[in-house]
């Protein structure tokens, strides 16, 4: 089976034996987008592709022009990464969104859902048929030993540094506990923030955070971290988190589609723009360590229950069999 990979995420480890065309990737203007559909053209053509795979919005509105000009007997599958639907916009925009949704996944045979949350949130807006969505959990090979965690020290976050991931609200809770001893904040991860979040914390006068930018070694930082705070508006079910729960880190998340479904008694899910909240539930897992233990026992369990690679892997390749 060959496989076609744009647009991997900066520093991504991409296998040799894999296609990697990036500019299928770029949408800077209407001719940028005709080239990209041309050429997922040219190379179903070259390749006999039988299925394409399309995940998150970019790749399914391209390969939605390409059914749209060019109908070839393919099967098209679409994996979200969580909806564009899911952002709280205003009520007006809201509804265009969803209808726009509508249209591009109406070519799609199969869509992918990460987690139980992104597929209801499919069915209420009815954006495609219920016999169209499937849910396969996003799993991982972890990297990590787990460790139990005994005392909270070290908060960390392992994410994109960008508008979803909401770093200045980690600033903020970071902000807010400038003052208690023997704890510090770190978020790894490159993105069009991290300059600004870095002012930020240099305006601020903060010395209990810092933006580390990209990093190869993950596992450093969840072995260093004793609890993983994502700040995220919206997820469909992120790696970032899989693997802190693999590592056996206790979970501080946003109450949101994609958090909830990785929190069953593993730390605290805490209502978006809450930074009171997030920080007294940390005040609190300081003074009581037996808590933490029991939260980071309570990851290792949920990552050992649902999200390891092979459930994912045997999903999709279902799904690739049954099309081809």
């Known amino acids: 089976m060959t496989f076609l990979v744009s647009g991997a995420r900066d520093n991504a480890d991409v296998p040799d034996d894999y296609i990697q065309y990036d500019e299928l990737s770029s949408y800077r203007n209407p001719l940028a987008v005709i080239k990209s559909v041309y050429k997922i053209l040219k190379l179903v053509r070259q390749n006999k592709v039988d299925v394409i795979h399309a995940h998150s919005t970019i790749a399914a509105v391209l390969v939605f022009?390409?059914?749209?000009?060019?109908?070839?007997?393919?099967?098209?599958?679409?994996?979200?990464?969580?909806?564009?639907?899911?952002?709280?916009?205003?009520r007006v925009k809201s509804k265009i969104v969803v209808l726009i949704e509508k249209m591009y996944m109406s070519v799609y045979d199969k869509v992918i859902n990460v987690s139980y949350q992104e597929r209801q949130h499919a069915l209420e807006h009815k954006l495609t048929t219920t016999r169209k969505q499937i849910v396969i959990r996003n799993g991982i090979e972890s990297q990590s030993k787990p460790v139990v965690k005994r005392r909270l020290e070290h908060v960390v976050n392992i994410a994109r540094c960008d508008r979803q991931k909401n770093p200045f609200e980690f600033i903020?809770?970071?902000?807010?506990?400038?003052?208690?001893?023997?704890?510090?904040?770190?978020?790894?991860?490159?993105?069009?923030?991290?300059?600004?979040?870095?002012?930020?914390?240099?305006?601020?006068?903060?010395?209990?955070?810092?933006?580390?930018?990209?990093?190869?070694?993950?596992?450093?930082?969840?072995?260093?971290?004793?609890?993983?705070?994502?700040t995220s508006l919206y997820e469909g079910l992120p790696f970032s988190v899989i693997e802190a729960e693999a590592a056996g880190l206790p979970v501080l998340l946003t109450n949101v589609v994609g958090h909830q479904e990785l929190y069953r008694d593993n730390g605290f899910l805490y209502e978006l723009g809450d930074v009171d909240g997030a920080a007294d539930w940390i005040e609190q897992m300081k003074k009581h360590t037996k808590r933490v233990s029991y939260f980071?026992?309570?990851?290792?369990?949920?990552?050992?229950?649902?999200?390891?690679?092979?459930?994912?892997?045997?999903?999709?390749?279902?799904?690739?069999?049954?099309?081809k």
Request: charged share 30%; with cysteine; proline share 1%.
């Open 65 to 90: 022009f390409f059914r749209l000009f060019f109908w070839r007997k393919l099967v098209l599958i679409y994996t979200p990464h969580a909806y564009l639907s899911e952002k709280k916009t205003g």
């Open 172 to 230: 903020r809770i970071a902000q807010r506990l400038r003052n208690v001893l023997d704890l510090d904040f770190t978020f790894v991860g490159d993105g069009k923030l991290l300059d600004a979040c870095r002012k930020e914390v240099q305006n601020l006068k903060l010395t209990n955070i810092k933006f580390v930018g990209f990093s190869h070694d993950v596992d450093k930082w969840l072995k260093m971290g004793d609890v993983f705070l994502s």
């Open 296 to 323: 980071s026992r309570q990851s290792i369990a949920i990552y050992m229950e649902r999200f390891q690679i092979s459930k994912m892997v045997e999903g999709v390749e279902k799904i690739y069999e049954e099309g």
